[in-house]
C-alpha cells in the first residue's frame, strides 16, 4: 500500500501506572512502516512516571496527543473514554494496551486486508504471548491462507469448538464507523466486555485475518493473569456465549446440546471451587457472570456438583492429580 492511499487511522493506548512499559509500547507505534495515524496516549490519572514518559515522546512526535481523565476510571469505563477521542477523519482504530507492543509492520499489514475487503469490520493475527523468558503463539485457528472469514463462521467457532480468534483488544483493528456507531464502545456491565464487543461486531461484518505475528501480549504480569486464571474466565466466557449467542448463530440442534456440555464444565468448576475455598470475589464475579447471561447462580446445584466433584476426587484420584498439576504448572514423568 503507497503512502497516497493509506487510510488515516487512530491508534489509542490508555495507561495507568505502566512506566515499565510504556517506552516500549509507544516505540513501537512511532516505528511502524505505515506512517499515515495519529496516537492518542490517554492518562488514567497515573501515579508513576508515565506521564513523564508520554510528554518526552510527544515533544519529539506530532502525532502523538495526550489526554487525561478528570478522575480515575476502571479499566472498562477507560478503554470507553480512549475509544472516544479516536479522530472523525480515522477510518481505522487500533486500540494498543500500554504493557503491549506491535511488531513494525503490524498497521501495515491489518489496514492492507481491511482496506482490500470492505466487508471486514475486525482485523486479527497471531499474537506472541510473553511469559517472562518464554514465549507462545496464539490465535492460531484458523486455516492458511484465509484472508477472510464471515463474522457469523467466526463465531460460530467460538460457541462449538471454544476457538477464539480476536484475543484482547491489542491484538485486532476496527473499522472506526463500528466503534462510532456504538458509544459506549464496550457494554460497562459485562464481565467479558471485549468478548461481548467482538460477538456484536461480527454480527454485522466479516474477519479479517493476517497470518504472521503482529502484536505482542505481556502476559508477566503474574498477579493480574493469575488472579483470572484463579476466576476461571474462560468458562464464565463461553457460559456467556453460549446463553446469549448461540440461539443467534446456532440452530436449535447445534444450540441445546452445546449449551448442557458448556454448563456441566462450568458448574463442575463451581462445585470443585466449593472445595478449594475460593474467595469471596470468585463467586461475586461468578453471580455477575451468570446475571449477564440471563440466569442467577443456582446455589443447589452447586452443591450437586461440588458432591459430585467430590466423588471424582475420591474416585478418580490420578485424574485429580493431573488437574492440579496442570493449574499451578506442574510436570510428571
Same mark, same amino acid.
Given at each position: ?28 507505534v512511532l ?25 518526552? /515522546? ?7 496527543? +495526550? ?48 482496506? !482490500? ?22 490465535? *492460531? ?18 460457541l462449538l ?15 472506526? *464507523? #463500528? ?8 457494554? #460497562? ?9 467482538? /460477538? ?5 461484518? *466479516? ?41 443467534? /448463530? ?7 446440546p452445546r449449551?448442557?456440555? +458448556? ?40 452443591? !450437586? ?6 466423588? $471424582? ?6 485424574? $485429580? #492429580? ?12
Amino acid at each position: 500500500m503507497t503512502e497516497a492511499v493509506e487510510p488515516f487511522i487512530s491508534v489509542v493506548t490508555p495507561f495507568y501506572n505502566t512506566e515499565p512499559y510504556l517506552a516500549e509500547c509507544i516505540k513501537s507505534v512511532l516505528g511502524q512502516s505505515y506512517r499515515n495515524f495519529e496516537y492518542i496516549l490517554v492518562n488514567n490519572c497515573s501515579k508513576d512516571r508515565s506521564v513523564a514518559i508520554a510528554e518526552e /515522546f510527544a515533544r519529539r512526535d506530532p502525532r502523538i496527543h +495526550i489526554v487525561h481523565t478528570t478522575s480515575f476510571l476502571t479499566q472498562t469505563e477507560n478503554l470507553n473514554y480512549s475509544a472516544a477521542q479516536i479522530s472523525p477523519d480515522s477510518v481505522y482504530c487500533k486500540i494498543l494496551q500500554a504493557d503491549d507492543f506491535m511488531f513494525p509492520g503490524c498497521l501495515a499489514q491489518m489496514v492492507g486486508v481491511a482496506h !482490500a475487503n470492505p466487508s471486514v469490520g475486525v482485523v486479527g493475527a497471531y499474537t506472541l504471548l510473553g511469559w517472562k523468558e518464554r514465549g507462545a503463539i496464539y490465535l *492460531d485457528g484458523l486455516p492458511y491462507p484465509s484472508t477472510v472469514t464471515s463474522g457469523r463462521e467466526i463465531c460460530r467457532q467460538f460457541l462449538l469448538e471454544g476457538r477464539f480468534l480476536t484475543g484482547n483488544p491489542t491484538c485486532t483493528l476496527v473499522r472506526s *464507523d #463500528l466503534v462510532r456507531s456504538r458509544m459506549p464502545f464496550y457494554n #460497562l456491565v459485562s464481565p467479558v466486555e471485549d468478548v461481548d464487543v467482538m /460477538f456484536d461486531l461480527l454480527r454485522i461484518s *466479516d474477519f479479517g485475518f493476517v497470518h504472521q505475528v503482529l502484536t505482542y501480549t505481556r502476559r508477566e504480569n503474574e498477579s493480574i493473569m493469575s488472579a483470572l486464571r484463579n476466576i476461571n474466565v474462560t468458562q464464565a466466557t463461553e457460559l456467556i456465549a453460549i446463553r446469549k449467542y448461540g440461539p443467534i /448463530f446456532l440452530t436449535p440442534e447445534e444450540f441445546e446440546p452445546r449449551r448442557r456440555a +458448556i454448563e456441566h464444565e462450568y458448574y463442575l468448576t463451581l462445585g470443585e471451587g466449593v472445595w478449594s475455598r475460593q474467595p469471596a470475589k470468585f463467586w461475586e464475579f461468578h453471580r455477575q457472570a451468570l446475571a449477564w447471561s440471563g440466569k442467577d447462580l443456582q446455589v443447589l446445584r452447586v452443591a !450437586a456438583y461440588a458432591f459430585l466433584a467430590l466423588l $471424582t476426587l475420591v474416585l478418580n484420584p490420578l485424574d $485429580t #492429580l493431573t488437574r492440579i498439576s496442570r493449574k499451578f504448572g506442574i510436570r510428571f514423568p
